[in-house]
């Protein structure tokens, strides 16, 4: 089955952007309740009495809420969540106008207090940090959790000998949330098939405008400008690289560097969209004429990413599509990327998330795969001494029988004229 085989993507199954009274559309509070019961039945699984979460990620799929990124959250901890026992989840949100736009707007949320705000390296955090760990266990106690281990998804020194000298036993609190993402909701399906619209439009306007004496950055201008006019809400990075700068393997960030004809242009563009993120790769030849090397390389990619694809359906492990591309004869160093060069992972409310596929671990740990998980699959061709290189990467939902690819933007073009059978 090739590529095109796969796009069984059905326009009636998608629905618009915005909230109308004639259709029922994306159920956000089903979604939210969802996705609640869902972690604490893992936290429970993993043996844990509690969750304190301070990622972004964790704690929108734990709330629901969300804080547009800005320069006054890092270093700092400025927000996070409580969900301890079958209570319901205590938010804590920066002091101030943000505490307020998270009342108002998340009214869901039954209690939402005054987080307690401290910087790693601060003079005063010690003192900061002991309020926060007595609130900490003042819930605990409430829920009656207090003597069972808390999960946390990040913590750093100030905070760890703070819970720890209010006697808090912790564990692996990200494992829960990750462990409860893997298998997605179909209103999680939806906004990442809506997601992957969006980035679809992006490459559209990239193949547009891309020409010779254009900056990589300027690309990524463009890029940028498409994804937020249709919504994006962050830009988490968009790895641009051209001509040389993709081999030996490619460069992550866009530069000044000026296209010239006949440049070899690969794109990673990874946004989030109501809270989903997208991860595939798409290549570009500047004046739209390939050379026969390009398209050798752009080939061998297409081949090794829909090998491994083409195999993936329920009951398949991890450790199955690792060893189609050490038949290949990739290994863990290959070209000395440490596995990195072929490559899946999960994709969510983060952007690499379990089940994980690589050639450094999958053999020994494998993980089956399973109905409504949702992946990224990336493969590079290029050795150091080609000059240029090829990355392809696709994002798909595992159905019953196979998959469905949700990244819908051609593959076939001026590198590849027609989309080869891979058997």
């Known amino acids: 089955m090739n590529n095109e085989g796969h796009r069984t993507y059905d326009a009636h199954d998608s629905y618009g952007q915005f909230a109308v009274d004639w259709e029922n559309r994306i159920d956000f509070d089903s979604l939210r309740k969802k996705r609640l019961e869902r972690a604490r039945q893992k936290m429970k699984e993993h043996g844990l009495g509690a969750l304190l979460l301070f990622r972004q990620d964790t704690i929108r799929y734990v709330t629901g809420t969300w804080q547009h990124p800005a320069g006054h959250c890092d270093p700092k901890i400025f927000r996070y969540t409580v969900l301890a026992g079958d209570g319901d989840p205590v938010h804590f949100e920066t002091a101030g106008l943000d505490r307020i736009c998270v009342e108002r707007a998340a009214t869901w949320l039954p209690e939402v207090r005054t987080a307690q705000i401290w910087a790693s390296a601060g003079v005063a955090t010690p003192i900061i940090t002991k309020k926060f ?3 900490i266990k003042e819930i605990l106690t409430k829920n009656g959790v207090k003597k069972e281990k808390v999960g946390i998804d990040f913590v750093d020194f100030p905070s760890l000998d703070a819970l720890q000298e209010e006697g808090i036993k912790l564990g692996n609190g990200l494992v829960v949330v990750q462990d409860a993402g893997m298998i997605k909701f179909p209103e999680e399906l939806e906004i990442l098939k809506q997601a992957c619209a969006i980035a679809d439009a992006a490459y559209a306007r990239a193949e547009e405008v891309i020409k010779p004496g254009m900056r990589e950055n300027e690309l990524k201008a463009e890029i940028a400008k498409t994804l937020y006019d249709l919504g994006s809400e962050r830009i988490e990075h968009i790895t641009l690289a051209s001509g040389g700068r993709t081999n030996p393997f490619w460069r992550h960030g866009p530069t000044d560097r000026m296209f ?13 969209y ?7 790769y798409r290549n570009f030849v500047v004046g739209g004429k390939a050379t026969q090397k390009q398209k050798d390389l752009y080939k061998q990619t297409y081949e090794s ?24 004869g990739y290994s863990d160093d290959t070209y000395g990327a440490v596995s990195l060069l072929q490559f899946g992972h999960g994709l969510g409310v983060s952007n690499h998330e379990p089940p994980f596929i690589t ?7 494998p993980v089956e795969l399973k109905p409504n998980m949702y992946l990224a699959v990336e493969t590079y061709a290029g050795k150091p001494d080609d000059g240029e290189a090829a990355r392809l990467e696709e994002n798909f939902v595992i159905t019953e029988d196979g998959v469905e690819i949700f990244s819908l933007y051609p593959l076939a073009g001026p590198l590849m004229d027609e989309i080869p059978a891979i058997k």
């Open 260 to 272: 010239r004809y006949g440049d070899m242009v690969l794109v990673d563009i990874l946004h989030q």
């Open 274 to 280: 109501m809270g989903y993120r997208t991860c595939y």
């Open 133 to 135: 760990a007595k609130e």
């Open 359 to 365: 050639l450094a671990y999958s053999k020994d740990y």
């Open 305 to 328: 990413m829909y090998k491994a694809i083409n195999i993936i359906k329920p009951g398949v492990t991890t450790a199955d599509v690792a060893e189609v591309w050490a038949k290949e």
